[in-house]
Structure formats: structure tokens, C-alpha cells
């Protein structure tokens, strides 16, 4: 227990709420079901088979068959309507090489999901160290989302093989006392094939969730990083300063020793006596004084 203790207090368990180790847990889930529902399976079918001579009838022939689906191997007896004897029938065809191949990489996509989760929460550091971990993990998780693929569909053709094997009315046709008059065959039910049904619908979810956890992988490689890098921030232009610092306060450009017209203001006009309104209108002697004639006698 103590050791069990240690490991569970230094593994890293927020790796699997984030995408890299969630989606593995689906992975690993999906690829129980896929396996689980193909590999387990056994069905049966039953026909009947009356006779011109009920006596020699059989109303309850069944047809067992199951995983990994070598018909060619499943047989049945049935009556030949003549005198009580019988006679043996096989089924038609061997699709064990898609099923087990299906059954195969659902086992196999198990255990490295399972390896990999273990990793990730135990060794994530070691994991992520010189980028050789996420590299295989990528390579890996390339390699099952295309096995997925192939197996997947193939094991949805040979699904659809299995049940044309196994149809009863099928089956019915290989019997020779079917063909005779007098005779009546008939199905009694069909197999129940919504486990394999099941099977190829995980197959596919495995696809896509393998699929999909490409990019998560791939990310954690380091290759796309230097793609990913903000763009280098630009300087930032200063701010205009205020029209007192460069405007109307700055000396006038065309002052000092430059050339052209330049007035005295300091010796005429405005400045003499002081401001305008001391040189002007206020200045004794002013206007009253020395603008228009006080009469008109005085001009004279």
C-alpha cells in the first residue's frame, strides 16, 4: 500500500483533464468496447423444415455460430424427407481475417492507451524531455488511426458477408428437400446481430477520436512552435507633445540672425511708453490731446 500511496501522490493527475489526456481515456474506453462487443459474440439461427411425411419433419433446426466467423466450419443436419434420413449442410464462407484483424488492433490500441495514460501521469516530465516522447507518441497515434481506418472498414464489409451467410432464408436454399413439392421450409428467426452491429459503430468512433488526437499529440512535439510565436511587438511612436511644448512656445524659426525683414518692435511703435495700453488711448497727452482739434477756431 505504501508504494501505491507514493505513486498516486507523485503522479500528475491534472494531465488528464486537459484534451492530451482526456481524449486517451476515451481512446482507451472505445477500444474496450470495439473489441469486447466483436470478439464475445456467438449467434443462432432456427428453421423448420416440414415434410410431405410429418414424421421425417424437423421444426426446430438451429444454427449455432460465434467469433471469429468461420462459417465454412459451422454445420446442420437436416431432413431429407425421405424414409427419416438426414443430411448435412456447412455454411458458406471464412471471414475470420477481418474480425480478428479488428479484434487485434482494438486490443492491441488498449494497451498502449493504457501504457501511455500511465505514462503521462507518472512520467509526464520524462514524457516531454528532449521531445522524444511526444515523437513516438505521434508516430504511434499515426500508425493506429490508420489501422483504425482499414480495420474498421474492412470489418464492416465482412459484417455485412456474415449476415448474408447467416440469413435464414438463405441457408433454406442449400437444403435439396426445399425444392421437392409437397415439402414446406420456412425461418423460424434471425440471428440478433446488433452486437456486431455496435462493433463497427466503435470501430469508427475509435477512428475519429484517434483522428482527432493528432493534433494534441502533435503539439506537444514542438515542431509547430516556432510557427506559433506572437509577431515581435512594434515601438510604439511618442505621443505628440503639447502645443506649449512644440507649438506657439517653441522661437519662432524665422527670429534671431536669420535673414529677411526683421522689425525692431522694441524700438517703435507699441513698446514706446511702455504696453499698448499706456503708449495708446490712456497716455496723457493722448487722444483728447493730440487727436482731433478741440474747435474749429483753433484751425485757423
Request: charged share 15%; aromatic share 16%.
Amino acid at each position: 500500500m505504501e508504494i501505491v500511496n507514493q505513486l498516486v501522490a507523485n503522479g500528475q493527475f491534472r494531465v488528464l483533464k486537459v484534451p492530451l489526456g482526456f481524449i486517451k481515456i476515451l481512446e482507451w474506453v472505445f477500444a474496450i468496447f470495439a473489441f469486447s462487443t466483436c470478439g464475445s459474440y456467438s449467434g443462432m439461427f432456427r428453421m423448420s423444415v416440414e415434410c410431405r411425411n410429418r414424421s421425417d419433419s424437423n421444426l426446430k433446426i438451429d444454427v449455432d455460430f460465434e467469433y471469429p466467423f468461420r462459417l465454412h466450419q459451422v454445420y446442420f443436419d437436416a431432413p431429407s424427407c425421405k424414409r427419416g434420413q438426414t443430411d448435412r449442410y456447412f455454411l458458406v464462407g471464412d471471414y475470420s481475417s477481418s474480425a480478428e484483424f479488428f479484434v487485434t488492433i482494438g486490443v492491441f490500441a488498449f494497451l498502449y492507451s493504457m501504457a501511455a495514460l500511465s505514462i503521462y501521469v507518472f512520467a509526464f516530465e520524462k514524457y516531454r524531455e528532449n521531445n522524444k516522447g511526444p515523437l513516438i507518441d505521434f508516430g504511434v497515434t499515426c500508425v493506429f488511426t490508420f489501422m483504425w481506418l482499414v480495420s474498421s472498414a474492412a470489418w464492416a464489409k465482412g459484417l455485412s458477408d456474415v449476415k448474408t451467410a447467416t440469413d435464414p432464408e438463405k441457408v433454406l436454399e442449400l437444403i435439396a428437400a426445399c425444392d421437392e413439392e409437397g415439402n414446406r421450409c420456412r425461418e423460424v428467426h434471425d440471428p440478433v446481430m446488433s452486437g456486431l452491429n455496435t462493433s463497427v459503430v466503435f470501430g469508427f468512433l475509435n477512428l475519429f477520436v484517434w483522428a482527432g488526437n493528432l493534433w494534441f499529440v502533435f503539439k506537444e512535439t514542438g515542431i509547430i512552435a516556432p510557427f506559433m510565436r506572437p509577431p515581435p511587438a512594434q515601438e510604439k511612436q511618442p505621443a505628440p507633445e503639447s502645443y506649449g511644448q512644440q507649438g506657439y512656445g517653441q522661437q519662432d524659426p524665422y527670429a534671431g540672425s536669420q535673414g529677411g525683414y526683421q522689425p525692431d518692435y522694441s524700438q517703435q511703435g507699441y513698446n514706446q511708453g511702455g504696453n499698448y495700453g499706456q503708449g495708446g488711448y490712456n497716455q496723457q497727452g493722448g487722444y483728447n490731446q493730440q487727436g482731433a482739434p478741440t474747435s474749429f477756431s483753433n484751425q485757423m
